[in-house]
């Protein structure tokens, strides 16, 4: 039995056939046509989603890796360390160990004046040791985060505490060492943020901190010499050199999605008027006090009778230093020196605090100004190579729906 068969034309044939192509061709091009509506779709959302000017690492909360001990430079016989004896003697020294995360980790030992690895094949960053008055100074640009537990706001950024013996004295047998403290490290801490004079809570939900951010205040700062420069709150730092060198390298701790580097912009100053960025903007914006503390910090003018008594003394035990070097010197030791006190004796700091840590306000308001300012602009390139990404914090900050 033969089946039926249907005899078309080849006009016929023809014609289905090239309305099927048609008909797959107009698909295509549909479907073409949606993608790159999408695509474009997408691009003009990407500055509405992503924040400009902020940048982010890492999948954890951020940690800084820190330690403190107070020094009795009595106790030393070093010569280099006779400045430090003359003027320091028996008074309290607080001083201020921030370590990268792989140098709080490892085992270190001290062999002819540098910090190595107590164990064959161990690496690590280096770390950044400062006097407690050079830490708040670095600390003003730095806002840990916080969020509210039991009605109470408590830390985002977690402090973890390092046990290393400092040696002060290289080159001499049984030199003097200082053991770390950890409440004289939180307590410096609090000094700087307030937020640590509360309870700590290390552990909680990750929703706890949806809206809590720990944020690096940076700006880049204009050099003549070609050298790139950067500061966060009153310390600079010169790249790449302080990355390769350790002296960053507590910054890879911060490295987290809850860690904001915040851009703002380029600072300038003019010594010869004794003004700054950050002075002209205290001025402009009726914070008189701040302006009039910030410019006798950058530009001290002259010395009290007690500090010219002090650069006396130095002259004959350092001559190699300058009256100029020798003025600085006195004049950071003596804020040194009173801040240790308050910290040792647990009283009042307020009159030996650092300008931005003094006048908040100004600051905040400043920080507010530039983030505003430099929205639309880029960050050099170098900052980028040599900052962001060797710290991890190379993940542009995703913001969500902004409702402007």
Known sequence: ???????????????????????????????????????????????????PNHFSGGATRPWLYVQAQQADYSKTTAAELSIERAVYGHHPFVMINLFSPSSAQAATTVKDGQTVSAKEGQ????????????FLQLAAGIEPGSFPVNGEQTALLLPKFSHKDILFESGIA???????????????????????????????????YLNARTKIYLEVLDSADGEHRIMIGHSVFTLPQDIENGRLGWLAGFSSGLTEVVYLGQAWADSAERTNKRIEFFEKSGFEDAAKDYREFSYPETLTDRQEMMVRKLAGIRPDLSQEQLGDYVRSAEAQQKVSIAIVDNVSAQSAMPPL????????????????????????????????????????????????
């Not at 033969?2 to 008909?23: C, K, L, P």
């Not at 691009?43 to 924040?51: A, F, K, S």
């Not at 410096?188 to 706890?208: G, H, Q, S």
């Not at 908040?360 to 507010?368: L, P, Q, V």
Request: net charge negative; aromatic share 10%.
């Open 174 to 208: 049984n030199g003097y060492t200082t053991r770390p403290d950890n409440d004289l490290a939180l307590k410096t801490m609090a000094l700087a943020w307030p937020v640590f004079n509360r309870k700590i809570f290390a552990r909680r939900a990750p929703e706890d």
């Open 357 to 404: 840590l003094a006048h908040k306000e100004a600051w905040k308001a400043y920080t507010d100004y530039c983030t505003k300012t430099e929205m639309g602009s880029t960050p050099p390139e170098w900052l980028m190579s040599e900052f962001l990404v060797p710290l991890g914090f190379d993940q542009a900050v995703v913001r969500g729906l902004r409702d402007s």
């Open 123 to 134: 690496s690590f960053s280096g770390q950044c040791d400062l006097t407690a008055f050079n």
């Open 1 to 51: 039995m033969r089946t039926a068969t249907r005899h078309e034309s080849a006009s016929d044939n023809e014609g289905i056939f090239e309305s099927f192509s048609d008909m797959v061709l107009c698909t295509v091009i549909v479907l073409i046509t949606l993608v790159v509506v999408l695509s474009l779709n997408v691009v003009e959302q990407l500055n509405v989603y992503i924040e």
